[in-house]
């Protein structure tokens, strides 16, 4: 049976959280087992894509008075309003033979385990296999565009995911890794999406992206609850073990140093 190491995180800062993710990637080495975090948000904050650009569109001023930091991802992908989700990354080796193909078919295999969760939770969920028909979608907002191997509910994105892949050189051989963010919404955010992108509606948001508190999941089932169901249905699907393994203190102390590089970033943008 293939083993996983879980590192089930405390609410962290983003800049923390990037970083922390920043070296999963970089310090995974080729026989290592998959890495798959689990994490929470110290306050309200707003993850944007590796490439997006900032402009007009998003009111940096509103995320001042409102006490939302802004930080860039190490992955692609759309800007994230966390702090009302539950969020995960997970760093694979992109041959290992559980994850064997291209970025497109990791996106598909990862995706069997959480349309599984979503049908444990009594949902009907329905994988999207296109890519966005416009490359060009001119939207700042995640759940406002369907990538390939995204879950609907009820026609709307309940999940959004990103990925990163690297090159590993050493002496005698080469390798590629893959980093993947992934974000659920609990809460209804939508009003708050709002005030940070002035520019996008309401009502249109609300016919393009769901919560779990949306379709009737959460309070109901507790982030607690969710969390150990998500865990649980990973494992089930993909036949795997966890090992739990927090970090270690030279873990810890290359975030430090990489946190100060994602601080810099935020207060730049902000």
Known sequence: MEIWRLIEDIPRSGSFNMAADQVLLENYSKNDDPVFRIYEW???????????KIDHRIDLDACENLGIPIVRRITGG??????????????????????????????????????????????????W??????????????????????????????????????NIRSSSSSSR???????????DSVP?????????????????????????????HSRQDLFRLLLHTLQKTFKMKWEKRGWSEDELSLIAERECAFQEIKMKHA
């Open 177 to 187: 890794v893959f980093l993947q963010h992934g974000t659920i919404p609990l809460k």
């Open 42 to 52: 110290a306050e309200a904050t707003l993850s944007l894509g590796r490439n997006e």
């Open 192 to 220: 708050l999406i709002v005030e940070i992108f002035p520019y996008v509606s309401e009502e249109k948001l609300r016919q393009e992206m769901h919560s779990l508190e949306s379709v009737g999941i959460y309070p109901a």
């Open 129 to 166: 296999e296109h890519s966005p028909q416009n490359k060009k979608i001119n939207t700042h907002v995640c759940f406002s565009v369907i990538s390939a191997y995204e879950i609907l509910v009820e026609g709307k994105k309940i999940i959004g995911s990103a990925q990163r892949v690297k």
């Open 78 to 127: 759309k800007a994230v309003l966390h702090g009302f989700d539950l969020t995960y990354s997970l760093v694979g080796g992109v041959l290992d033979k559980q994850f064997n193909r291209g970025v497109l078919d990791n996106y598909r295999f990862l995706a069997k385990g959480f349309y599984a969760f979503f049908e444990e939770l009594g949902l009907k969920p329905e994988l």
